[in-house]
């Protein structure tokens, strides 16, 4: 059973940073690598929306909202995915949440959902 561990989050000021790291526990890396991975994230009140996500081949796509300010990237040894986080804004308050994409066409996740990192933006 794939276990997805989301940490990294906190309470930061308008204008900070934040790095996100998501673990894919007891995921061989023959699983891991082909996977396109990705961060999801679901403000209070709000449906879960698709933030980054990032292929195999390190080819990237961001939500217009996060654009120039995320990055996502991925370390296959380690089965790993970071969201760096930049000049973070009150609307990025939320759960943020790391899976797999079940296809390169969709934005519907592949495993059951980790218990997120809650980032909280406020001065």
């Known amino acids: 059973q794939v276990q997805l561990v989301e940490s990294g989050g906190g309470l930061v000021q308008p204008g900070g940073s934040l790095r996100l790291s998501c673990l894919a526990s007891r995921m061989i890396t023959s699983v891991f690598n082909p996977n396109l991975w990705a961060w999801y994230r679901q403000a209070p009140g709000k449906e879960r929306e698709l933030v980054a996500s990032i292929t195999p081949d390190r080819v990237r796509n961001y939500a217009d909202s996060v654009k120039g300010r995320f990055n996502i990237s991925r370390d296959n040894a380690w089965k790993k995915v970071y969201l760096q986080m930049s000049d973070l804004k009150s609307e990025d308050t939320a759960v943020y949440y790391c899976?797999?994409?079940?296809?390169?066409?969709?934005?519907?996740?592949?495993?059951?959902w980790g218990q997120g990192t809650q980032v909280t933006v406020s001065s």
């Open positions: 899976n797999a994409l079940s296809s390169s066409s969709s934005t519907q996740p592949k495993y059951d």
